[in-house]
């Protein structure tokens, strides 16, 4: 069963919400409760709420927005679309909609570092990194992204030297970001393709790097 | 509204910590939370902003002992209530006990995938030219609605500086209130981490917030 999905004001140290002898939680009578009720009225198809779940666990992830990042990095055209209307160029890979109706794209550089929070709830550019993860949604990210960043960033493993500029970026509004990680060293003449394979979920939002290719198997390597 | 949501600069709430390998769900029904929520989000009945002060306005213990997709259900069961589509017995008993509220037609499963690409723009068309200009010095208005509001607490009354103009937007505080979008120029607004939090300790860093006409106000020299 799962063991993480803490409540929002911190990990929690016990969970009371799944049940290891596999019955069902409180939860998961209460949303069958709601589901049934909502069916029966009419409201929801519940071959719609597959679809939509089918979507997000399986459709619309990181991977989509390591496209868009491996493109920026072979093709300086898009990089710079994609830099200043990135709802355009990242619709032009196929990606658009709910939650990612208005994208900014900001980029790393070895000056500055960008990452991004929503202290007010949890909005995040589904279209292109899917659904947030939980750390994401919890109140010690949201809480200390803003007046600590780099406390925050040391947690992910991330040290940048003191003179680094960071540029928080708080979804106050409709507009979502994308952190446009840095193209490691030792790249020259890889495939967007391959280049992908090294922009992890957090180095687009601000928490990590690119993968080093050092760091891959040698036979994932070109 | 100072809920326990808007947490920007809290503290004591301990590390950042990320699960390896996470997955997207962590219980079965979690995804079934989060599809009741778009699909019933699809009739229209509501309004994204009305959704998120539906979260935002529960009690900040439940808030904050919750999980996040349990704050999405009792968000969902509150909206159902006070918008006269569910009754409280009914929620608790998972059955109809009372006739439907005329709706749309529920999504369907053909077109979710659509609806999804599509999403729901709040850009509006531009009557008004904007006040701000980017590089002007803005102050960020004390304000503290004890409704739905998109400005942290902690920016407010704080100085910074119009980066970027996104465009005309569907203004939140107005709209999760049913008052219809009148919608406002829209900014990224820079302030310093000094400015923020003070001078002291490491502040090398600046935030950025995207903030409403209404919010800010030119800043006095």
């Known amino acids: 069963m799962a063991p993480h999905s803490s409540p929002i004001g911190g990990a929690a140290q016990t969970h009371a919400h799944d049940h290891e002898d596999g019955g069902l939680s409180d939860m998961a009578i209460r949303v069958r409760a709601l589901e049934s009720l909502l069916i029966e009225k009419g409201y929801v198809d519940p071959a719609a709420l597959d679809a939509i779940v089918e979507t997000y666990e399986s459709k619309i992830g990181p991977r989509n927005g390591a496209r868009v990042v491996a493109r920026s990095w072979v093709d300086p055209a898009y990089r710079k679309w994609l830099l200043e209307d990135a709802t355009a160029a990242i619709g032009s890979l196929g990606y658009s909609g709910r939650q990612g109706e208005h994208m900014v794209a900001v980029e790393n550089t070895p000056e500055v570092h960008n990452m991004v929070v929503c202290t007010l709830c949890s909005c995040y550019p589904w279209p292109v990194l899917g659904l947030p993860p939980v750390w994401y949604k919890s109140a010690p990210y949201r809480s200390r992204a803003v007046i600590d960043p780099r406390g925050v960033l040391s947690e992910f493993g991330v040290s940048l030297p003191p003179s680094m500029k960071i540029r928080v970026w708080d979804s106050t509004a409709e507009i979502r970001y994308l952190v446009v990680p840095m193209r490691p060293d030792g790249t020259e003449g890889w495939s967007e393709e391959q280049l992908a394979s090294l922009v992890t979920r957090d180095s687009m939002i601000g928490t990590g790097f690119a993968l080093d290719p050092r760091s891959l198997a040698p036979e994932s390597a070109p | ?221």
Do not use: C
Request: cysteine-free; hydrophobic content about 40%.
């Open chain 2, 1 to 221: 509204m100072n809920g326990a949501q808007d947490l920007g600069g809290m503290m004591g709430f301990g590390p950042a910590l990320a699960e390896p390998d996470e997955p997207v769900f962590h219980a079965e029904w979690e995804k079934r939370a989060l599809a009741l929520t778009l699909a019933m989000g699809a009739l229209g009945e509501w309004n994204i902003d009305m959704s998120r002060h539906a979260r935002e306005s529960l009690h900040p213990v439940d808030y904050l002992s919750s999980s996040y997709y349990e704050v999405w259900l009792k968000g969902l069961e509150k909206l159902l209530i006070a918008g006269g589509l569910a009754r409280a017995e009914e929620l608790a008993e998972g059955r109809a006990l009372a006739p439907s509220k005329p709706t749309k037609p529920p999504l369907a499963a053909g077109a979710v995938v659509k609806a999804l690409a599509e999403g729901t723009p709040y850009d509006r068309s531009q009557a008004s030219p904007a006040r701000f200009s980017v590089g002007d010095d803005v102050r960020a208005l004390n304000l503290h609605p004890p409704r739905h509001t998109r400005l942290p607490r902690y920016a407010r009354g704080r100085r910074g500086r119009v980066e970027k103009i996104h465009g005309v937007f569907v203004f939140p505080d107005a709209n999760a209130r049913g008052l219809g979008e009148s919608p406002q120029w829209l900014y990224s607004v820079r302030f310093s981490g000094a400015e923020l939090w003070g001078a002291d300790g490491d502040r090398n860093h600046d935030v950025s917030v995207d903030a409403w006409e209404s919010y800010l106000e030119e800043a006095k020299a």
